[in-house]
């Protein structure tokens, strides 16, 4: 007997007992004791709105689980393309099938000669690199038609190693473009990551990335793959579910991460860190902060983390074997400061705010070498393989249809039309 919740109309005394399952209650319930009744959840602050076997978040414990492997198993142990593939396919891959896939993506890291001369370079000289990448992602749907035949299978595996792969082309031909220097093709005898930098920074033949650099971006990968209902994968997913093809989806789910409320929130982490300027600022900033003035500290404070986000610990330990190699990033004394005051302050404490991902890992791409207005740009990379794992098991689930919620109407009542003259 599964255990089930009441909802009682207090207007007719009327009641139904809903099942609890999988830990929710399903809205019918609601709908046939009243269907014009609604839940009113703005921001789906309580609503489920799928079923999802990809990814776990305890916020309460601050654990994540893609598949059910713990994130910190993955990012010690496992390399990017598997965890795509794991995301992807539900399973981790035999050597044989990782082999194939790692294959399978080197060779479509390609983006089409006509993407990059007529639609990239058609841009303005100083196009952000993400309001680039938004606008070619959507066009590429129009490069690949045979997307569209969304349910087919061949159609769906060709259309997730095509998006998987060329990310990272596309980001860093944006990267190129917005700082006038020449597209650089991939190499496809590299790691993924390895690739990503050579394609980014890449000069004549005398560039070679550091391995712990390749290393340290695999597991910022690894890390940004999924974050299950976010708003970019419920971007991904709503779009989806009109049935549009995943090229057009992935450009709404990373035009939603473009906001600095979700992945923008790494570049605005270092332009805060930039104006404190010195750790002597941090209280003043903090007290400015507690004023409600609208400032916010960034890089803090997450809907489903109500404690630290595992990410961010992981990323702040990887931080110190970038540094090794680039030099110690001036901006982490106030990071660190900023984290240790506001860890200890109750304003923080009793909001349960801590650092999420975006505090440390902007850090880590300035000393890098990346400028800021890329940083989105490489949250998106990975996110892909997460979008198209969220896409694919959106469009087999046969409980999904068009995603539309329901409103209050609170406008106004009927009136008459008067015209202009009797205004
Ligand atoms: N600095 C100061 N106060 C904050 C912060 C912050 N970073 N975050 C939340 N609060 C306060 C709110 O003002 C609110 O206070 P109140 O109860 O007195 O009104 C309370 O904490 C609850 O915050 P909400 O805004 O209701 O929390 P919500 O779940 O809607 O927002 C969000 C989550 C958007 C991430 C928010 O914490 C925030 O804006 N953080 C800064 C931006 C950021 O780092 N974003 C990256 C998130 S991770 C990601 O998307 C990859």
Same mark, same amino acid.
């Given at each position: 007997m599964?255990?089930?919740?009441?909802?009682?109309?207090?207007?007719t005394?009327?009641?139904?007992?809903?099942p609890?399952?999988?830990?929710g209650?399903?809205?019918?319930?609601?709908?046939? $004791?009243?269907?014009?009744? !609604?839940? %009113?959840?703005?921001?789906?602050?309580?609503?489920?709105?799928?079923r999802?076997?990809?990814?776990?978040i305890?916020?309460?414990?601050?654990?994540?689980? %893609?598949?059910?492997?713990?994130?910190?198993q993955?990012?010690?142990?496992?390399?990017?393309?598997?965890?795509? !593939?794991? =995301?992807?396919?539900?399973?981790?891959?035999?050597?044989?099938? $990782?082999?194939?896939?790692?294959?399978?993506?080197?060779?479509?890291?390609?983006?089409? /000669?006509?993407?990059?001369?007529?639609?990239?370079e058609?841009?303005?000289?100083?196009?952000?690199?993400m309001?680039?990448?938004?606008?070619?992602?959507?066009?590429?749907?129009t490069f !690949?038609?045979?997307?569209?035949?969304?349910?087919?299978?061949?159609?769906?595996?060709?259309?997730?190693?095509? *998006?998987?792969?060329?990310?990272?082309?596309l980001?860093?031909a944006?990267?190129?473009?917005s700082?006038?220097?020449?597209?650089?093709?991939?190499d496809?005898? $590299?790691?993924?990551?390895?690739n990503f930098?050579?394609?980014m920074?890449?000069?004549?033949?005398?560039?070679?990335?550091?391995?712990?650099?390749?290393?340290?971006?695999?597991?910022?990968?690894?890390l940004?793959?999924?974050?299950?209902?976010?708003?970019?994968?419920?971007a991904?997913?709503t779009?989806?579910?009109?049935?549009s093809?995943?090229?057009?989806?992935?450009?709404?789910?990373?035009?939603?991460? !473009?906001?600095?409320?979700?992945?923008?929130?790494?570049?605005?982490?270092v332009?805060?860190?930039?104006?404190i300027?010195?750790? /002597?600022?941090?209280?003043?900033?903090?007290?400015?902060?507690?004023?409600?003035?609208?400032?916010?500290?960034?890089?803090?404070?997450?809907?489903?983390y109500k404690? %630290?986000?595992?990410?961010?610990?992981?990323?702040?330990?990887?931080?110190?074997?970038?540094?090794?190699?680039?030099?110690?990033?001036?901006? $982490?004394?106030?990071?660190?400061?900023? /984290?240790?005051?506001?860890?200890?302050?109750?304003?923080?404490?009793?909001?349960?705010?801590?650092?999420?991902?975006?505090?440390?890992?902007? =850090?880590?791409?300035?000393?890098?070498?990346?400028?800021?207005?890329m940083?989105?740009?490489?949250?998106?990379?990975?996110?892909m393989?997460?979008?198209?794992?969220?896409?694919?098991? *959106?469009?087999?689930?046969?409980?999904?249809?068009?995603?539309?919620?329901?409103?209050?109407?609170?406008?106004?009542?009927?009136?008459?039309?008067?015209?202009?003259?009797?205004?």
């Open positions: 599964p255990d089930t919740f009441t909802i009682t109309d207090n207007r005394g009327k009641s139904v007992e809903v609890i399952v999988d830990g209650i399903s809205s019918k319930g609601l709908r046939e $004791l009243d269907p014009a009744m !609604y839940v %009113y959840d703005p921001a789906y602050m309580q609503t489920a709105a799928c999802s076997a990809i990814t776990f305890d916020g309460d414990e601050g654990i994540l689980r %893609y598949r059910g492997y713990p994130i910190e993955l990012a010690e142990k496992s390399n990017y393309l598997e965890v795509a !593939y794991l =995301l992807i396919h539900g399973e981790l891959p035999s050597k044989v099938q $990782l082999d194939k896939w790692t294959f399978d993506i080197t060779h479509h890291t390609f983006i089409h /000669e006509s993407v990059r001369k007529r639609f990239l058609g841009f303005h000289y100083d196009a952000h690199p309001g680039m990448l938004v606008s070619a992602l959507a066009a590429l749907s !690949y038609p045979d997307a569209k035949d969304i349910f087919n299978e061949d159609s769906q595996k060709k259309q997730v190693l095509r *998006l998987i792969a060329k990310i990272p082309t980001a860093a944006c990267h190129r473009f700082v006038g220097q020449p597209f650089v093709y991939p496809n005898t $590299l790691s993924f990551p390895a930098l050579q394609m920074w890449k000069i004549g033949d005398n560039y070679e990335p550091h391995p712990n650099l390749v290393r340290a971006l695999d597991i910022l990968f690894i940004h793959a999924d974050h299950e209902q976010n708003c970019g994968s419920t991904m997913r779009i989806g579910s009109s049935q093809d995943p090229y057009s989806s992935a450009a709404g789910a990373a035009a939603a991460l !473009y906001g600095p409320l979700h992945g923008g929130a790494n570049e605005a982490v332009r805060m860190l930039t104006e300027e010195t750790i /002597e600022n941090v209280p003043a900033f903090l007290d400015a902060v507690k004023g409600g003035k609208g400032e916010k500290l960034m890089g803090f404070g997450h809907r489903v404690n %630290y986000d595992p990410r961010a610990k992981i990323i702040k330990k990887t931080a110190y074997d970038v540094f090794e190699v680039t030099g110690m990033n001036p901006l $982490l004394d106030i990071a660190l400061k900023l /984290e240790e005051a506001a860890l200890s302050d109750d304003y923080f404490i009793k909001r349960k705010l801590y650092p999420n991902v975006d505090f440390y890992s902007g =850090l880590i791409y300035q000393a890098m070498g990346f400028p800021m207005e940083f989105t740009v490489l949250f998106a990379i990975p996110r393989s997460g979008w198209l794992a969220q896409w694919l098991e *959106l469009i087999n689930d046969p409980e999904q249809k068009i995603s539309r919620p329901r409103q209050l109407y609170v406008g106004a009542s009927e009136r008459d039309y008067v015209p202009i003259e009797g205004r």
